[in-house]
Every structure is written in structure tokens, then in C-alpha cells.
């Protein structure tokens, strides 16, 4: 099975920098992704890594360690629209290979599976 | 460009009441889809996922079903509603691929049961 988990909350000021960690076990990897989701309202994609290293997207940042299962967000200059949650999704090989499999076997294939999220608030 | 609709927004259902939410894809063909529930304090849990039309995949035993009539048409039902069915439904999509393209979601509908 797959286990994903990124602290619950975090507090931070505007124009500060905040890192959200997010650590996974699975039994294969292929990709980790990151998530935006203000309340009531749907997630929607900020990044994506596969490979090892940083990828950066303007202000938001995100880092890979697939050794250490170790996934960080970085948000610069944080703004009072940041505050929200920030999820942490993971899909692996194993699905992957489910997937397929079962295109022969007309079966579903893969799916990403998210942490609970940490819940950012950026106050003035 | 591609989209997705999900309806209805906000459901009150009472406890033993059927239940069918309906989510479409347009400008896209053979998607993956999904459907999300998302409880109060708890992460995105997956329900169901499909990856072509009758091909449906449950996550976790539970009184909801699913099912896929069309290629971009995706239903979550039930019977009867339990309390704890209560929460945020997400229908999503993706490429149907097997590289690593990123989930779409839509709108979601809030569902509380009374």
C-alpha cells in the first residue's frame, strides 16, 4: 500500500518563505504531484516531479528525493491568496503496471492517492 | 480546450434516500476518471476510478457504486445514504495514458445527509 504524510497546519507571514514536507512510502514510484485547494472548492495542480532535484514555477517551488520518499513545496513570497490547503499526491509503479495489465483485461488502471493536506494560513 | 462538469453543487439528502451524482468530460476522448470523496478533516480519499466505458475500479467497500454509461460520462449512486457518506465529492479526469499526466478536477458537490 501507499502511506503519504505532510504536517497538518502551518502559519506564516506575507512575504515570507514556508516549506510544506511531505514524506510517502509506496511500493513503486512514478511521480509526485502537488496540489492547491482553497476551501469549498477544488484542487488544482501546482507541480509535478519524477526525477530527483528542484522544479521551480514562479513563486512555488517543489523538490524530490526519491531515495529519501522526501517531497517539499516551497512557497516564496507568500501572498494572503496562498493561504489554503496544499496536498501531496503520490502514484506509483505498481499502477502503472495495473494499468497495463488491465487494458488487456478491461479492468481501471492507476490513480493518484493524496495525503491529507496541510492547511496553510498567511496572516498580514 | 477540455472541461468538466459536475452537478449538483450542494445536496441535503435525508439518511435511506438514493443518491446520483453525475459528472461529463467534453473535449477529450477515452479519459480516466475518477470520483473523490473528501471528508471533514480527512484527505482526498479515492472511491472509484475508470479507465473506458463498463470498466469500473472500487477503492474501498462501501454502499456507493459507480458506473460509466458513456466514454465521458461518469455516475455515483446509492441506494441508501448513510450519515457518514456525508462529504466533498470530486469527480476528476486524466489523459488515458501511461505517462504521468496531471488530474483535473471538477467543481465538486457538497453532500451533507441528515
Known amino acids: 500500500g501507499q502511506n503519504i504524510d505532510q504536517p497538518t497546519e502551518m502559519t506564516a507571514t506575507e512575504g515570507a518563505i514556508v516549506q510544506i514536507n511531505c514524506t510517502y512510502q509506496?511500493?513503486?514510484?512514478?511521480?509526485l504531484f502537488w496540489y492547491q485547494q482553497h476551501a469549498g472548492e477544488a484542487p488544482t495542480f501546482l507541480s509535478y516531479?519524477?526525477?530527483?532535484g528542484l522544479e521551480e514555477k514562479g513563486r512555488f517551488s517543489s523538490f524530490l528525493s526519491r531515495s529519501k520518499g522526501y517531497s517539499y513545496l516551497l512557497l516564496k513570497e507568500l501572498q494572503m491568496k496562498d493561504s489554503a490547503s496544499y496536498l501531496c499526491?503520490?502514484?506509483?509503479?505498481?499502477?502503472?503496471?495495473?494499468?497495463?495489465?488491465?487494458?488487456?483485461?478491461?479492468?481501471?488502471?492507476?490513480?493518484?492517492?493524496f495525503g491529507k493536506g496541510t492547511t496553510l494560513s498567511v496572516s498580514s | 480546450s477540455q472541461t468538466i462538469h459536475q452537478w449538483p453543487a450542494t445536496l441535503v439528502q435525508p439518511v435511506g434516500s438514493p443518491l446520483s451524482l453525475e459528472c461529463t468530460v467534453e473535449?477529450?476522448?477515452?479519459?480516466?476518471l475518477y470520483w473523490y470523496r473528501q471528508a471533514a478533516g480527512r484527505g482526498l480519499q479515492l472511491l472509484f476510478y475508470?479507465?473506458?466505458?463498463?470498466?469500473i475500479s472500487s477503492e474501498v467497500p462501501q454502499n456507493l457504486s459507480a458506473s460509466r454509461p458513456q466514454d465521458r460520462q461518469f455516475i455515483l449512486s446509492s441506494k441508501k445514504l448513510l450519515l457518514s457518506d456525508s462529504g466533498f465529492y470530486l469527480c476528476?479526469?486524466?489523459?488515458?495514458?501511461?505517462?504521468?499526466?496531471?488530474?483535473?478536477f471538477g467543481s465538486g458537490t457538497q453532500l451533507s445527509v441528515l
Open positions: 473535449g477529450t476522448s477515452n479519459p480516466n
Open positions: 499526491a503520490v502514484r506509483d509503479n505498481r499502477g502503472l503496471q495495473a494499468q497495463l495489465w488491465s487494458r488487456k483485461k478491461g479492468q481501471a488502471g492507476t490513480a493518484l492517492i
Open positions: 509506496t511500493s513503486g514510484f512514478n511521480g
Open positions: 476528476a479526469w486524466r489523459n488515458n495514458g501511461t505517462g504521468v499526466e496531471k488530474l483535473f
Open positions: 516531479n519524477v526525477l530527483d
Open positions: 475508470s479507465v473506458g466505458i463498463g470498466q
